[in-house]
């Protein structure tokens, strides 16, 4: 165990906060939660400064617009733009967190060379088109049927809960195309350009006000078969490459963030009982980084333990806590949104027990795979 | 950066789980303490880990093992006094001493001084039925003259006592986890083991799940007391310390819970870890005590 940063570790944080210094003053304001053809301008410019300064996919290969770099460093690399309170990944969430390293993982070559360099760069922007109307926590039982048309796919059906589909380029999509099979071997994992004709999105409100997600509906979308990423109907397989990351390391920037939002709150929080309960969050989110840390660390080694399964279920909750928290010691300040990040945040984090698979889903998975115990039905 | 186990590590907790499951098993342990475990324990290098080269996050890999076996007796505070001589540490504020007819020290940490009482003219009245039967209890009326122990910080032992007691709840946490498991798998009722049912998967799974929050605090904890330059030692102590008892007091009662009748009962040693975790939460700081300070360092 050793919790000191090697010299080049500690070399790099140095540089980069360097270059975040000289670049942030650019990107203070950033554009209401609404705004989306802003928003998608905004979080891909950033996007855009990150690559050109060579801190895009840090730990993707070189040769489709990585550096190659330790996990360290891309840990290093939340760390400090979170700290800095540099933009969030935003609309680059899916392309940069999830739907990028499943293809570093499993794609062709030409589809590695075609998309990730425009991911990193901010050029294209991606959504994912998993949920479906009647799939959600049963994602398998997913029902849009993908039809062989030659040397291309029709697609009919529906999605759901398609965060940022109104302003993406290209969406991951899990389609039937098997209807004969057990549901878990009829799924493919294909890459949908979402300017392709039959496609219709319509946002859909959240609790927020504001339209985090949209439904996606799909008639006679032509689809090439060189779009699909690995074997047609192993698709079930690639979703988990997929889900490994959304519910891994995408949640690193919140939980620093998290941190920050808690000495944020400190000074307000005077009665001792609340005060308590300050120390609970913040003692469960420093957890959370060493366990974060610890995940790495394995990553490293390739001995990977069941640290990396508990974290999103663990961080889910410990930030509706610290959410509550929030709202009691605000009291009627907390009656309005405007101006109120801890209070919108309080409403946001609502979602984090449901999205990338609810705490109840999280929670079959961790007695299942991790303690052994007899599965549900599925 | 590294947190997690080097090879050497993971030797050394081979070496004291194989050395603990072998000699250390329900029956020894229910037997309670006596020179003789000290010795055996002594014998095996527990006690002198530091002073062979050995560092603060391998005394947690060690006292993590010795949790998983629920080893009775002053260990934490035989360690912190060098591991020659049986001896008990507590907050100068305290009048209950454990396991006082085996103790051959008895040292108190003010906030300042360290003290000595004076064992042989000490009068101390044993309690019956102690809350841990495996911790014997006396009070104390008045601990009489005491003698000043120079050169050594009580802050510093504080700190060494947390963790290490930290560790010890982390790994009856842990064994209590495996315990819950194996049992909801052999139970059998409506025709199916136990563990098949959500409500007992999902207590299961926040049991498990504590656990390696803990197990990532505490071994934290643990390299911060090896790198005396990093910035954060003391929240780090108490994230641990807090976190540790708390989740080992929370898995004893959801083991219980899964145990059914069974774990209501003296012969499975469930309660045994329970009521430890209850006996260590006082010692070095109550996990409420540990929270207030985390809240002092935001
Ligand atoms: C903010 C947000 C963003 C999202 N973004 C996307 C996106 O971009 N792309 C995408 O594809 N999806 C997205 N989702 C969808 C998300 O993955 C699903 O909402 C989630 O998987 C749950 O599915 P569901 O909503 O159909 O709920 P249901 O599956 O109907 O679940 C309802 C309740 O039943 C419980 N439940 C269901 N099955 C079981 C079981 N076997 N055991 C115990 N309890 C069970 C659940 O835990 C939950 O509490 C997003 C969701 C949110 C909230």
């Known amino acids: ?378 | 950066m590294f947190l997690d186990l080097s090879d050497d590590q993971v030797a050394l907790q081979q070496g004291i789980r194989a050395l603990l499951s072998g000699r250390f098993g329900s029956e020894r342990i229910r037997a309670g303490f006596d020179r003789e475990m000290f010795d055996e324990l002594a014998d095996a290098g527990v006690f002198s880990l530091i002073a062979d080269g050995f560092s603060w996050a391998d005394a947690v890999i060690v006292f993590e093992q010795l949790g998983e076996f629920c080893v009775p007796g002053p260990l934490v505070g035989s360690f912190l006094a060098g591991g020659e001589r049986i001896t008990g540490v507590y907050a100068e504020s305290t009048r209950t001493i454990e396991h006082i007819a085996d103790l051959e020290a008895l040292i108190l940490l003010d906030e300042e001084k360290v003290l000595a009482v004076d064992l042989a003219n000490l009068v101390a009245e044993s309690l019956d039925w102690p809350l841990d039967p495996l911790t014997p209890v006396a009070r104390v009326a008045d601990f009489g003259e005491t003698t000043l122990l120079a050169g050594i910080d009580p802050v510093e032992w504080r700190q060494r006592g947390a963790v290490l007691t930290a560790a010890y709840c982390l790994g009856l946490s842990s064994r209590l986890c495996e315990m819950s498991v194996a049992y909801a798998k052999e139970r059998l009722q409506f025709d199916r083991p136990i563990g098949s049912f959500q409500a007992i998967k999902h207590l299961l799974a926040d049991m498990a799940m504590r656990t390696e929050v803990a197990r990532a605090a505490v071994y934290n904890a643990g390299a911060h007391l090896d790198a005396s330059d990093v910035a954060g030692l003391t929240r780090s102590i108490s994230v641990a310390k807090a976190l540790a008892c708390e989740a080992a007091i929370r898995c004893g009662k959801d083991a219980t819970q899964v145990h059914g009748g069974m774990g209501y009962t003296w012969e499975v040693d469930v309660h045994l870890y329970l009521k430890r975790a209850w006996v260590l939460d006082t010692h070095f700081g109550s996990h409420e005590h540990h929270f207030d300070h985390v809240a002092e360092t935001a």
């Not at chain 1, 589809?111 to 799939?135: D, M, T, Y």
């Open chain 1, 1 to 378: 165990m050793e919790l000191r940063y090697s010299d080049s570790d500690e070399a790099f944080r140095a540089r980069l906060s360097e270059w975040l210094k000289s670049e942030l003053p650019q990107f203070a304001n950033a554009p209401h939660r609404d705004d989306w053809e802003h928003r998608r301008r905004f979080d891909t410019d950033w996007q855009k400064r990150v690559f050109d300064a060579g801190y895009a996919g840090l730990n993707w290969p070189k040769q489709y617009g990585g550096a190659d770099a330790s996990p360290t460093e891309q840990l290093i690399f939340f760390e400090e733009t979170t700290k800095a309170k540099a933009p969030y990944v935003g609309v680059n969430f899916v392309g940069t967190l999830h739907a990028g390293p499943t293809l570093v993982e499993e794609g062709t070559a030409e589809q590695k060379a075609e998309h990730l360099p425009r991911i990193l760069s901010g050029e294209e922007v991606w959504c994912q088109g998993f949920s479906e109307p009647n799939a959600g926590s049963d994602l398998a039982g997913l029902a849009t049927r993908a039809e062989r048309d030659g040397d291309h796919y029709v697609l009919n059906g529906q999605k759901t809960w398609c965060s940022f589909g109104h302003v993406a380029d290209v969406g991951e999509f899990l389609v039937r195309t098997d209807q004969n099979a057990p549901k878990h071997r009829g799924i493919s994992w294909l890459i949908l350009p979402m300017d392709l004709p039959g496609i219709e999105i319509r946002p859909i409100k959240t609790v927020l006000g504001s339209s985090e997600f949209c439904e996606v509906f799909l008639t006679d979308v032509r689809v090439p078969i060189s779009n699909r990423v690995g074997e047609e109907n192993d698709g079930w397989r690639v979703t988990n490459v997929t889900l490994k990351y959304e519910r891994g390391t995408a949640f690193v920037g919140e939980l620093i963030d998290s941190l920050r939002l808690c000495a944020d709150l400190a000074n307000t929080v005077k009665d001792p009982v609340d005060r308590r309960e300050l120390g609970r969050s913040l003692a469960d989110f420093d957890a959370l980084w060493s366990l974060t840390k610890r995940n790495v660390s394995q990553s490293v080694t390739g001995q990977v333990g069941p640290g990396s399964m508990m974290v999103k279920l663990a961080y889910s909750e410990a930030r509706q806590r610290f959410g509550e928290l929030c709202l009691r010691v605000l009291g009627r300040d907390a009656l309005s949104l405007a101006d109120n990040e801890l209070i919108e945040e309080r409403l946001r984090t609502q979602a984090l027990t449901i999205a990338a698979g609810a705490s109840q889903i999280q929670r079959n998975i961790i007695s299942e795979r991790v303690l052994g115990l007899p599965r549900e039905p599925r």
